[in-house]
């Protein structure tokens, strides 16, 4: 109970009384990039306009996702181009880890989003991508418009991955972006392994091969793309401005988004579960001393009574000492 209200005043919720000792046994520490490591409000730098086309389509193509990239895109057309209708579309469908596709009025195929999705449909992008997040947007089998993207690594990323390095937790990065983007990010965060370009279910699968390599993981992410791997983990962290279906198969929801409440929170979990071994171990060794010298007459009802007392008096104390426990 003193863990729980330690770490809810910083604004880390735990669940469950439970969470607290898995999290305590965590030895590795999944990442999501966008939106967990990264600001997740990605800005364009770049456009190219291969033909003229309606930009309201896109709008609306755009606007039918939550993914930041395609927010970060109605945001530039919205600001920069001055669009602010949309054209109707129909049979939106949304593909994980890679695009939207929809169908205008006239029966148009309307397509954005990375290159793996232009390739699934058979369209070449025909360019080398740099380090920088691309999104393509074909009309029909040609690519008609090309907008890079860059998102920030959050301020407070490298010191935390050092800390959490200094505590012996291992760190890997999962994400759906390309290797080039993720490496970047990784290599400004001081995140070894990075596993790109993966599916939802890929992020579960590379999940469950560390878990049957002994390691107890936790994952750390904020959209509908990384609640399988959530699920799959054995300590699941949201943050609080995530998905709503990130935030229901979570353990633990970090309300402020910042990286560092995740170190505060494996401090808080490891000095509790460690309050919790004193505490057995100072019952243990109080009832192995005082039941035999009770029952053999050596003590006095009375001073059983008030000793079995101060038993308890002594273990609230030892875990009143979680309360002092520094971040600094």
């Known amino acids: 109970l003193v863990g729980l209200s330690v770490a809810a005043k910083r604004g880390i919720l ?39 086309f309606p930009h309201e389509i896109l ?3 755009c606007a039918s996702s939550t993914h930041p990239i395609s927010q970060a895109i109605v945001r530039y057309l919205k600001t920069e181009e001055r669009i ?22 006239e029966g148009t195929r309307i397509a954005g989003g990375n290159r793996a999705l232009m390739q699934a449909l058979g369209i070449e992008v025909g360019h080398k991508e740099e380090t920088a997040s691309y999104f393509y947007v074909a009309l029909q089998d040609r690519i008609v418009a090309r907008f890079v993207l860059e998102d920030r ?3 407070d990323v490298p010191e935390t991955i050092k800390k959490l390095k200094s505590m012996g937790i291992k760190t890997v990065m999962l994400t759906g972006d390309n290797e080039r983007v993720a490496q970047k990010i990784a290599d400004a965060a001081g995140i070894e392994k990075v596993y790109a370009a993966l599916l939802p279910q890929e992020k579960a699968e590379i999940i469950r091969k560390l878990q049957k390599e002994g390691e107890t993981v936790m ?44 170190y505060e929170g494996l401090r808080i979990a490891k000095r509790t579960f460690l309050a919790v071994k004193e505490n ?15 029952v053999t007459g050596h003590v006095s009802p009375l001073i059983a009574a008030l000793s079995m007392s101060l038993s308890s008096l002594i273990v609230v104390g030892n875990s009143m000492r979680i309360k002092r426990l520094r971040f600094d």
């Open 14 to 52: 735990f669940k469950e009384a439970q969470g607290i000792e898995r999290t305590a046994q965590c030895t590795l520490l999944a990442f999501d990039k966008t939106g967990t490591l990264t600001e997740g409000k990605p800005g364009v730098i770049k456009t190219t306009y291969y033909e003229n």
């Open 59 to 61: 709008l609306a193509l």
């Open 84 to 105: 602010e209708k949309e054209l109707a579309l129909h049979e939106i469908r949304s593909i994980e880890a890679r695009g939207i596709v929809a169908k205008t009025e």
């Open 153 to 155: 690594l959050k301020a």
């Open 219 to 262: 994952m750390a992410g904020d959209g509908i793309n990384d609640a399988v791997a959530l699920a799959q983990s054995h300590i699941a962290v949201a943050m609080g401005s995530g998905a709503d279906v990130a935030l229901k198969v979570s353990d633990i929801v970090l309300l402020d988004d910042k990286i560092t409440k995740l």
């Open 280 to 294: 057995l171990s100072l019952s243990l060794l109080y009832n192995i001393v005082a039941v035999p010298l009770a």
